[in-house]
């Protein structure tokens, strides 16, 4: 194998600027949008006493989960020591952090009082997933870092390996953390189930990769290096990998609370009558996000051309958007079962599906959380040597090359 | 040292010097007048129950007795809203309810009740657990509160309570009553008028329903087996709200 050229983004290219004050443009919105929702209460949002948790909510949970999955591709190559992962690494951990700093931006400017954050770093509550989850998401911010010092400071290299478990291992307990958020809550019916932390470790996988292959080959393209079939093949195969296991995790989670009695009336909901709900589960997470990009990864006719791989990619996205959005918002529509067996109501929501509708400044606020994670990317690799000079196929797989010769 | 400086603080140390005593005169006066108001308000803060320290000794419940309160009633909920300064905004979706009447029906059998919910003060609170600052807490006498200085308003309480008793709130507020201070983007909750108790009185919901309702609520004591509520729970059967999560909350129904 050939050793790796790493190189910073060459140039002062019209579009990169262009891209950069697109997403500028965004993050201003977006902090527009928050200030909007704090000066004048939440009652301007879709939120409710009901769906306390609303889009803001969806689109930090898919960027914090995918954060740590983004981080897979460069755990391939350090910790299960897949040679060919070695030159994806770098743009990997960038990626991670960018990401949850997307992912927690929006998650602080959601909160009813997010001038208070130096309370939420000061004060804590052990017992507390949520707590917990603070010290595992900045954490992790540390040690993706150093992992990433260690990989591009030559005199640190022999470290590789250890940053590299270091930061596997983190990220598992992470996502663990985040899927615990919900897997905790007794009370309600369509959580409290320790199936949460690994159902989320799988959409991490999934949605992290997915998200991944979408920048590297933006970058790629859009900076006219050249990236070959065999990086994205292999990527394409471990996306089919990762969709079968989220989808395998969604029906045993599905299907165990089928088999409980008690249960019956919330997965009812999810999966047949739910409205919105039951459409974004059937046709969004499992078809969308699920079987058709599946099928677009392993069909035999096109093994693999980018352009499945992409298309796949878009579709793991939006089926993991529609997940999350069942998950949070489905999860809290229904209600509270506070009399098991009775008919409910009152003036306070109660025994009634919750009607959620999001608002343009929760929207805006979440998109200003990925524009945010594509700006850190965008000006990442403008400065920094995160990307290989060239994922040529005879560059990065000597078998390739030596199959071609020998043809 | 030298004898030249020490004659000189000989002759200071033997003489009498009239700036000193009056300057440590005013200082006892100062220091007197400084201390004074402080330790008579303590006397005073001492013999009020208001400032007793809290003690786990005590366990404030409630028994509400469901025989007694009518369906049409809700007394203790406009009673509440009076006590602790809750206005509506009209958007039923958003505005706050610490209290509210729930009306039950059995679709079997027919049977159907309406009993008044609110924070049921468990001994194991889940929104306490949850909470990541502290701020959701549990008061030794078992009285569960908000400190709204901590709150980031990240609504995880009302994730994880099972009761539905908090509120967020989505609006400015104004006039507020001085002792039930809210706060735009904290969450807030029944406090069992922890004011009142305080002061050793009963909490609004149970004396207006005691006084133009059916006389359904009874508050007290649940640790002190002398205690009206702690005969009651002793002597007839009650229940609790979703008892089998093992909350064991501190409102307790008759007749459920």
New interface residues.
């Given amino acids: 194998m050939k050793p790796i050229t790493y190189s910073e983004l060459k140039g002062n290219s019209k579009p990169f600027y262009a891209l950069a004050a697109i997403l500028a443009v965004f993050i201003l919105i977006a902090l527009a949008c928050a200030y909007y929702m704090e000066h004048s209460g939440h009652h301007v949002t879709g939120m409710t006493n009901q769906i306390v948790w609303g889009m803001p909510h969806v689109f930090a949970i898919f960027l914090i989960v995918a954060a740590s999955g983004a981080l897979n591709v460069a755990s391939i190559s350090t910790v299960f020591g897949k040679p060919v992962y070695k030159p994806l690494g770098r743009l990997s951990g960038l990626l991670a952090i960018a990401l949850l700093v997307g992912g927690l931006i929006v998650l602080v400017l959601d909160l009813g009082r997010p001038d208070r954050l130096i309370v939420a770093m000061t004060s804590y509550n052990f017992k507390s997933i949520f707590a917990w989850n603070i010290f595992l998401y900045v954490g992790f911010m540390v040690v993706v870092a150093a992992y990433l010092w260690v990989q591009m400071e030559r005199r640190m290299n022999g470290y590789t390996k250890t940053a590299g478990m270091l930061a596997f291992i983190w990220r598992l307990v992470l996502t663990t953390g985040t899927g615990s958020i919900f897997g905790f809550l007794v009370a309600r019916e369509a959580y409290d189930s320790a199936i949460m932390a690994p159902l989320f470790i799988a959409m991490s996988f999934s949605f992290g990769l997915a998200v991944y292959i979408l920048i590297l080959l933006a970058a790629y393209h859009g900076s006219g290096r050249e990236i070959g079939s065999v990086v994205t093949r292999k990527l394409g195969r471990l996306l089919g990998i990762f969709i079968g296991t989220v989808l395998f995790f969604t029906a045993i989670q599905h299907l165990a609370n089928l088999y409980a009695a008690e249960h019956g009336a919330v997965e009812r909901f999810i999966l047949l009558d739910g409205g919105i709900y039951t459409l974004l589960f059937w046709v969004g997470q499992v078809v969308v996000g699920g079987l058709i990009p599946l099928f677009l990864v392993f069909r035999p006719a096109t093994k693999g051309a980018s352009r499945d791989i992409i298309l796949a990619s878009i579709l793991v996205i939006l089926g993991g958007f529609a997940q999350v959005y069942v998950l949070v918002i489905g999860g809290q529509a229904f209600p509270l079962n506070l009399f098991p067996g009775m008919e409910v109501s009152s003036s306070f929501h109660d025994g009634v599906v919750s009607a959620y509708a999001p608002s343009l400044p929760e929207i805006g606020l979440g998109l200003g959380g990925v524009a945010l994670a594509g700006l850190i990317v965008l000006l990442g690799i403008k400065v920094l040597r995160f990307l290989p000079v060239s994922l040529a196929d005879a560059d990065i797989d000597p078998h390739h090359q030596a199959a071609n010769s020998g043809s | 040292m030298s004898s030249k400086t020490k004659d000189k603080k000989m002759t200071g140390n033997s003489g009498f010097d009239p700036t000193r005593r009056s300057f440590l005169a005013a200082m006892a006066t100062a220091a007197g007048v400084t201390l004074a108001p402080g330790v008579v308000l303590y006397g005073i803060s001492r013999s009020s129950s208001a400032n007793a320290a809290v003690s786990s000794e005590v366990r404030w419940g409630m028994l509400i007795d469901l025989g007694r309160c009518d369906n049409g009633c809700d007394d203790c909920v406009s009673a509440c809203a009076k006590e602790n300064g809750l206005r509506g905004?009209g958007?039923?979706?958003?505005?706050?309810?610490w209290i509210?009447?729930?009306?039950?029906?059995?679709?079997e059998t027919g049977y159907s009740k309406s009993l008044p919910?609110m924070c049921q003060h468990c001994e194991n609170p889940?929104c306490?657990?949850?909470?990541?600052?502290?701020?959701s807490f549990k008061r030794a006498d078992g009285i569960v509160l908000v400190n709204k200085h901590?709150?980031?308003?990240?609504?995880?309480c009302?994730?994880?309570?099972?009761?539905?008793a908090?509120?967020?709130?989505?609006?400015?507020l104004e006039d507020q009553k001085p002792h039930a201070p809210r706060?735009?983007?904290?969450?807030e909750s029944c406090t069992l008028c922890v004011h009142r108790i305080d002061s050793d009185r009963q909490p609004a919901c149970v004396e207006a329903c005691s006084d133009t309702g059916g006389g359904a609520m009874l508050f007290g004591d649940l640790n002190d087996p002398e205690s009206e509520i702690s005969k009651r729970v002793a002597n007839y059967a009650s229940q609790q709200?979703?008892a089998d999560?093992g909350l064991n909350p501190g409102v307790r129904y008759r007749n459920l």
């Fill in positions: 905004f958007r039923p979706e958003t505005d706050a309810q509210r009447k729930v009306d039950i029906k059995n679709p919910v889940p306490v657990d949850v909470c990541p600052t502290g701020a901590t709150c980031i308003g990240c609504r995880y009302m994730m994880a309570c099972p009761y539905k908090r509120s967020f709130v989505h609006e400015t706060g735009k983007g904290t969450v709200i979703r999560l």
